[in-house]
Nanobody, 117 residues
């Protein structure tokens, strides 16, 4: 079992920055990748970024060049640095740790990010 706790959401003006953090506890040794997803109002949850244990990163087209995913040396914490934020980035952001061998995703409770002037 893996438990995830996100933090760092909030209200920021367009063009601003936020850094989300997600701390994992439990059995993370067999985790394949750490991901950030978001669910915008009225839309389905979507993958924003992911980082594999080998350090490979992947981003949704909508956030490329603005968001950066990273993890600490122990891989129990994953970050999402969000710069040049836009109103359309408003969403609940969810951290997920994935075990691809079993198709398992563990989810955090989500953190609200609101971009508004």
């Amino acid at each position: 079992q893996v438990r995830l706790a996100e933090s760092g959401g909030g209200l920021v003006q367009p063009g601003g920055s936020l850094r989300l953090s997600c701390v994992a506890s439990g059995s993370i040794s067999t985790i394949s990748a750490m991901e950030w997803h978001r669910q915008c109002p009225g839309k389905q949850r979507e993958l924003v970024a992911r980082i594999t244990r080998g350090g490979f990163t992947e981003y949704a087209n909508a956030v490329k060049g603005r968001f950066t995913i990273s993890s600490d040396n122990t891989d129990n914490t994953v970050y999402l640095q969000m710069d040049s934020l836009k109103p359309e980035d408003t969403a609940v952001y969810y951290c997920s740790f994935a075990r691809y061998s079993s198709g398992t995703h563990y989810w955090g409770q989500g953190t609200q990010v609101t971009i508004s002037s």
